[in-house]
């Protein structure tokens, strides 16, 4: 069993938050945590309610070969619906993870957000004469911390 851990070290008082082995496509969720780092915590959950609802393009900064510009940015951009649905619920784990802690959740601020692939589950997809091509299924790991801002 993988041991897993934050890859950024930050000192406390924090909340933090992990999601483990979600079926998103991780180019996806590594553009939305990119988006949504360093963002009051208020205004990342807005934020990601209006991708959901494409009102707001996530703007793509490195997986963006041959991707159009979206209305609203000042680039290429996308619509993760369900990165941004996946994320937002790791938000909102780290959100009750402070309240509990007891830090103020008004001045929260996300100073950490990450996602990295996790495991591939294997698959092949059916084809003519008898054969068959792999169709595999990324995973992806999503970690998030919270700090109070001064």
Not at 60 to 68: M, N
Not at 111 to 125: D, E, F, N, R, W
């Amino acid at each position: 069993m993988p041991k897993f851990g934050y890859s950024a070290k930050i000192e406390e008082p924090c909340a933090k938050a992990f999601g483990k082995e979600m079926r998103v496509s991780p180019k996806h969720t590594m553009e939305v945590c990119r988006a949504i780092r360093g963002m009051h915590l208020n205004a990342a959950k807005e934020y990601l309610e209006a991708v959901r609802e494409k009102r707001k393009a996530v703007l793509f900064v490195r997986h963006r070969k041959k991707l159009a510009h979206k209305r609203g940015t000042s680039g290429s951009g996308r619509y993760p619906v369900k990165a941004a649905r996946e994320i937002l619920k790791v938000l909102k784990n780290a959100e009750a993870n402070a309240s509990y802690k007891g830090l103020d959740v008004e001045k929260l601020r996300v100073v950490h957000a990450s996602a990295y692939k996790g495991i591939t589950i294997p698959g092949i997809l059916p084809r003519a004469f008898g054969r068959a091509t792999p169709f595999n299924k990324p995973l992806t790991n999503v970690e998030i911390v919270l700090k109070e801002a001064s």
